[in-house]
Structure formats: structure tokens, C-alpha cells
């Protein structure tokens, strides 16, 4: 279908198409007004514990660190976490307006993981900024509790434990808008795709009507033509 004829099949179908492009209109000017979302982030550190031998648990390969923060998140998270293709992409980007995010940074590439870093990424958005605190201080005060249950029943000797801290100590809520612009240009492309999609398949349905019309009215104009001419008898 050429442009000349897509523009034919709008004006014909031309109630679709002023239906399409209200609504497109509607929903572009509703996600530009779309209100920002608040946000905050914070890494939750795992850390072996420190030894005469190796006081500082930063200085040293921390394997059973990662491996406790893969457990810790399977159970916060209760569900495996989909990979994205950064890691520094977060719900925020998503579009999410209300969630809460626990991931263990992938280094790795398409082809293989990477569990390299002894941290869980935290990512809260929601609605309000009290909302977001709540959210930040429930999922650390849930992965807190998960670390001293699963070191508990491990029957780990205290002073052994894997501790955490937090990065930054004091984690920041913030305001995000979205680019309300863009949201805005890509609401109206959608909708002004699925108004046009819209006329094409109903346009040839209804234009394979109208044709079969035409003949069968020509075809019954044409027999009632050739119709003999009947004279009256006695005439």
C-alpha cells in the first residue's frame, strides 16, 4: 500500500482515524504531565570476616562473600531476577513507579555471568519520598534478617559470621522526572501507528464489500436490461 492509498483509506475511514488521533492525542499529553517518581540506592557490602592472619576484609578475594550474597538474593527476592542488558539499569529506567529491586552485579557478558563483586545493588522507587524510605528501610532490615538466619542455622562460630555494610552509610532519597518530552513523542508514534494499522485492516475488508456490491448491482442492472420486452396480448 502506497502513502496515496493509506491517505484514501483514511478519509474514507475517516470516524477510525479522528477516534485514533484523539486518543493518541490524549495519551501523549498525559505522559508528558506524568508526575516524577522518588528513588533511592544503596549497595549492601558482604565482607568476610577478618583474621590475624588477613585484618582487612577488603584486601583479600572475597569468594564466600559473593556466594552468601547470591543466596541472601534468591530468598529477599523470593523469585530469580531477569538480567538486563547493564547493570546500571534499574527499575527507575524501567519505568517502574513503585518496587523494589535486590540484584547481585553481573560483570559478566551475554554469553556468561560474571558474580564477581561481594555486594547486593538495592534499588526503591515509589510515589511519595516517605513511601521510598519505607520501602529502602523494610528490603535492609529483610536482608539483614536473612544474613543472621542463614548464619544461624549454618551454626557459624561467632566472630566467623559475614558481616555487611552499607554503601553509602546514609542512603539518599531522590526525585526523578522522566524526559516527559520524549514519553510524549513516543506515545503519540504509538498511537499514531496503531490508528493507521487500524485503517489498513479494516479498510480492505470493507473495500472487498463495497466492490462485490458494485457487481452484483451491475450484474442485476445488466440481466434486467437484456430482459425481452414483454407485449400485452391482444395488442
Known sequence: MTLSDLARAARRLWWLTLVGLLLTAAAAAAAARAPGVYWSQVNVVFLDPAFPASPNALSHTPTRAIEVASVIQR?????????????????????????????????????????????????????????????????????DAAIKGLQAAAGVVPGNEVTTQLTPQAPQIRYAVGLSRRAGGAAATLGLGLTLAGVVLLDGPLARRARRRRRTAAAGALEHRDDPVRVPAGV
Open 75 to 143: 530468598e529477599v527476592n523470593g523469585v530469580d531476577v531477569a538480567h538486563v542488558v547493564s547493570d546500571g539499569v534499574t527499575i527507575v529506567d524501567e519505568g517502574v513507579r513503585s518496587g523494589t529491586e535486590v540484584r547481585l552485579p553481573n560483570a559478566g557478558g551475554q554469553w556468561a555471568n560474571n558474580f564477581n563483586r561481594p555486594w547486593l545493588d538495592v534499588v526503591v522507587v515509589d510515589t511519595t519520598a516517605q513511601a521510598a524510605q519505607a520501602r529502602l528501610t523494610a528490603v535492609l532490615e529483610k536482608i
